[in-house]
């Protein structure tokens, strides 16, 4: 991959870890040993070929790629263009997590630690981590929230199955703020043979730029499957959704440098940015320290970090990565948003016109076709971050609100 200033303006924070005026690393002085040895390692393990070599072998072998470039016909039919759909929803368990958690672990190896720990909402970033804890043979802790716990019983029982301890977090709002409090202080207490894996490109530096690395996969593949589809490599679009950022984050990577690629980050409006239910950070967020990091944050007015609300649990976070905070301040992305409703719409749109269920996030960048002009020439690649079937309840109660019987 050719690189140039450009490149290296917009896609590498600098050596303290920031993009622009966000990013940064604000810890307790207790974790700077922890960070500094992970900022001192990263770089040197990351361009090493042996390491490469393993991580390329488990990516193709056990987590499924490359994952196909779809040109979705009946998709493109109804918007009057080209789309097409990275299949990250065909990865193992489900969603592009695992590119991620595949990378920490073997880094994780190399650094020599014996115990890994990570927060989860959701669970989908639990079951990536607990996944790969199991084909490494390591000890797993996932912190998740007394609450989330309750509501994501099928994934705390995958993380069970595959080896995992699940610990509530039983303080504040039991949810994943208060699970990641929980995981920053057993990082504090472990802190010679713990490696805590952060799921998205949020936290204390070197976790964005580290993570959006992994992800970058999902760009780099993209590049070479549309010039094989077109001849060109270069798309004229790209959308993905944003929680914390890490699958836009993979989706823009190679693309930053590309002035001429159009880069769509879709945030969850929940019930509307303006209905105090919503996650629209970009919006909404105002510079702010969350998990070790300076970005926009959802927060009022004394510094306090507003609860967010959106329909998929992935989106369902009040601030946003470092890097993407930077490409909305300098115009190199635009923020969307799209509500639960017109995340559900084009989720039922998918199923019909292409045989495929997404994920509820993914519906979120699925939604954004309605928002934008298109032309017939026009390449848009769309991020499928993941698949639907964690989300079938939610589906489920949609279609018995519309057909009651
Ligand atoms: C977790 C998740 C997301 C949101 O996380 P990002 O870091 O913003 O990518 C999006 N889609 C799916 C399917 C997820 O599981």
Redesign the pocket.
């Known amino acids: 991959m050719k690189k140039n200033a450009e490149q290296a303006r917009y896609t590498f924070p600098d050596q303290q870890g920031y993009y622009g005026r966000y990013g940064g690393a604000f810890i307790p002085e207790m974790l700077h040993r922890n960070v500094a040895e992970l900022q001192a390692a990263y770089t040197e393990v990351l361009n090493d070929k042996k390491f490469q070599d393993e991580l390329d072998l488990l990516l193709h072998d056990y987590a499924g790629r490359p994952t196909p470039l779809y040109h979705a016909q009946r998709l493109s039919e109804a918007f009057g263009t080209t789309i097409y759909l990275k299949r990250?929803?065909l990865c193992h368990t489900?969603?592009?997590?695992i590119n991620n958690t595949i990378g920490q672990i073997l880094l994780a190896e190399r650094l020599g630690k014996k115990r890994i720990i990570a927060e989860t909402?959701?669970g989908?970033?639990g079951v990536a981590t607990a996944t790969v804890c199991a084909l490494k043979g390591l000890k797993c802790i996932v912190y998740m929230g007394e609450k989330d716990i309750e509501r994501q019983a099928p994934n705390v029982a995958r993380m069970k199955m595959l080896g995992a301890t699940v610990i509530p977090a039983t303080s504040g709002s039991k949810t994943l703020k208060d699970a990641t409090n929980e995981a920053i202080r057993d990082w504090i207490n472990n802190p010679v043979d713990t490696h805590y894996i952060i799921?998205?490109?949020?936290g204390p530096h070197p976790y964005p730029d580290m993570?959006a690395r992994f992800?970058s996969v999902i760009s780099r593949e993209v590049r070479e499957q549309l010039l094989e589809k077109t001849g060109n490599e270069l798309p004229t679009h790209v959308i993905?959704?944003?929680?914390?950022?890490?699958?836009?984050?993979?989706a823009f990577y190679h693309f930053l440098e590309e002035a001429a690629v159009k880069l769509y980050a879709v945030e969850a409006a929940g019930c509307g940015i303006d209905s105090g239910k919503t996650a629209a950070t970009s919006v909404l967020g105002r510079p702010g320290i969350l998990h070790g990091s300076m970005s926009l944050l959802m927060q009022t007015e004394d510094g306090q970090v507003v609860e967010p609300h959106s329909i998929?649990?992935?989106?369902d976070?009040p601030g946003i990565?470092p890097l993407h905070a930077h490409l909305f301040d300098t115009g190199r992305a635009t923020a969307l948003s799209a509500t639960d409703a017109e995340a559900l719409e084009a989720a039922f749109e998918l199923a019909r016109l292409e045989g495929i269920i997404p994920?509820?996030?993914?519906a979120h960048a699925l939604a954004a076709l309605k928002q934008l002009t298109w032309q017939p020439s026009d390449r848009v690649v769309i991020c499928l971050?993941?698949?639907g079937d964690?989300d079938m309840q939610t589906y489920m109660d949609h279609m018995a609100q519309q057909s009651p019987k």
């Open positions: 990250e929803d489900g969603a592009h997590k909402g959701a989908q970033h799921g998205s490109v949020v993570v992800q993905a959704c944003v929680g914390g950022g890490s699958n836009a984050a993979g998929s649990a992935g989106l976070y990565g994920a509820l996030e993914s971050s993941g698949r964690k």
